[in-house]
């Protein structure tokens, strides 16, 4: 409905109860509980090391802080390619055990008979094509769709998706050409990182445009804030006033009154 009104779609990962919490009462519309969350969080080089477990985990947390947005998981690496069992059995559980409204897989054509069976009972399944970071050994962190073999590849693999039943596609790192015909080309929501500004939506990491995370900065990324230096700000001055002396003051401190016990 957002797609065919016009509204743009404004999604951001979130992987912790406080953040998460942060951010669907900032508005977002959308909550992706990325396996990015093995960089960011977890501090892996990619996403791949990532468990089904670790992903319930931080899913549950979102999930809990959450009163408004949409909240999608991203199945890791492994979960799903091997079997269209796989598939249906790993997102199923992120729907009951974990709460979440919606999965998100990597991969096109390949990938189909796995998104059939997600759609077929009753899971909401997102698609996401273009570089996808659980090829990374495969396709490095290079844009896609430069190539007209690469580009006609993301069309047939987006109308596929859509198809299949897939509800909304992720398209990341094309030329913003492509992203708009892509887009254009299906009537389900085409929500783009890196892929130009005529997508139905936009995600990105939140750790990268709160400037919380520096190990890797894609070109596609706009920092809205330098958490990192306001934090570390903050710990800085916390550590200096306490080898100084200046905290804690009695203003932080409990006195003791006769017969009841002073608080821990």
Same mark, same amino acid.
């Given at each position: 409905r957002m797609?065919a ?5 404004a999604?951001?990962t979130?992987?912790?109860?406080a953040?998460a919490?942060? !951010?669907?009462?900032?508005g !977002?519309d ?8 093995a960089m960011?969080?977890l501090?892996?080089?990619t ?5 089904m477990?670790?992903m319930?985990?931080?899913t549950r947390?979102?999930v809990?802080?959450t009163?408004?947005a ?12 091997a079997?269209v069992?796989?598939a249906v059995r790993n997102?199923a559980r992120?729907?009951?055990e974990?709460?979440?409204h ?12 796995q !998104?059939?069976?997600?759609?077929a ?10 570089l996808?970071?659980?090829s990374?050994h495969?396709?490095?962190?290079r ?13 047939d693999?987006?109308?596929a998706l ?9 398209v990341e ?8 015909e892509l887009?254009?080309a ?7 990182i ?7 939506g936009q995600?990105l990491?939140?750790?990268?445009m709160?400037g919380?995370y520096h190990?890797l900065?894609?070109r596609? !990324?706009?920092?809205?804030?330098d ?8 710990v800085?001055?916390y550590?200096?006033?306490v080898?100084?002396g200046?905290?804690p003051t009695?203003?932080h401190?409990?006195?003791e009154?006769?017969?009841?016990i002073?608080?821990a």
């Open positions: 797609k009104e016009g509204r743009r779609i999604m951001l979130a992987y912790d109860y953040l919490g942060i !951010v669907d009462a900032a !977002v959308v909550i992706l509980v990325g396996d990015s969350a960011v969080m501090g892996h080089e996403t791949l090391p990532i468990t477990d670790e319930l985990m931080f947390a979102v809990r802080a009163k408004h949409m909240v999608v998981a991203d199945l890791p690496f492994g979960s799903y390619q079997s069992d796989d997102a992120f729907l009951k974990a709460g979440a919606a999965v998100k897989v990597e991969g096109g054509c390949d990938i189909l008979p !998104v059939a069976a997600m759609t009972v009753g899971i909401p399944v997102m698609g996401h094509v273009g996808t970071p659980q990374v495969q396709m490095g962190y844009v896609q769709g430069r190539s007209a073999d690469g580009a006609q590849t993301l069309r693999d987006v109308q859509a198809e299949a039943g897939a509800f909304s596609v992720v790192c094309v030329p913003h050409t492509l992203g708009r887009a254009r299906v009537e389900i929501p085409v929500i783009g890196g892929a130009g500004p005529d997508c139905d995600v990491v939140l750790h990268d709160l919380l190990d900065e894609p596609f !990324v706009k920092r809205y804030a958490l990192h230096g306001v934090v570390g700000a903050a800085r001055n550590c200096d006033e080898r100084g200046q905290f009695l203003a401190s409990f006195e009154q006769k017969g009841t002073p608080p």
